[in-house]
């Protein structure tokens, strides 16, 4: 899941809710450097959709305004590959129809 909002978005609702980064990293069972690393900005990424589920229930905020899924190479490399497939039969038959 990726971080859409800027840090300092991130910062401001934590100190709102009254979370430490350490005490933030507990709640989301994620090591403390994790939270470092958002607020920082040296990441814009969790692992685990858990994990931006956690931090987004101990803020109180909604997840699909803090975080989007990501899409891996691999999926996308499967979609590309499978709408060549697609595209490919396309034109076999369009080859084979024949107008009266």
């Known amino acids: ?5 800027p840090p300092a978005i ?3 609702r934590m100190e709102v809710k009254g979370f430490s980064n350490r005490r933030l ?5 994620v090591a403390p450097g994790t939270i470092d690393n958002l ?3 040296a ?3 969790v692992n ?10 101990a803020l109180d905020a909604q997840l699909d305004l803090y975080f989007l899924p ?11 590959n499978t709408v060549r497939e ?7 038959r369009a080859g084979k129809l024949r107008v009266a």
């Open 43 to 45: 990441t814009k990424s």
């Open 25 to 29: 990293a507990k709640y989301a069972e």
């Open 70 to 80: 990501e899409i891996s190479s691999v999926a996308v490399e499967k979609k590309t």
């Open 39 to 41: 607020l920082r900005g």
């Open 1 to 5: 899941m990726k971080l859409i909002v």
């Open 10 to 12: 991130l910062a401001d």
């Open 48 to 57: 685990k959709g858990r994990t931006a589920e956690l931090i987004c229930e």
């Open 86 to 92: 697609v595209s490919g039969r396309s034109k076999a």
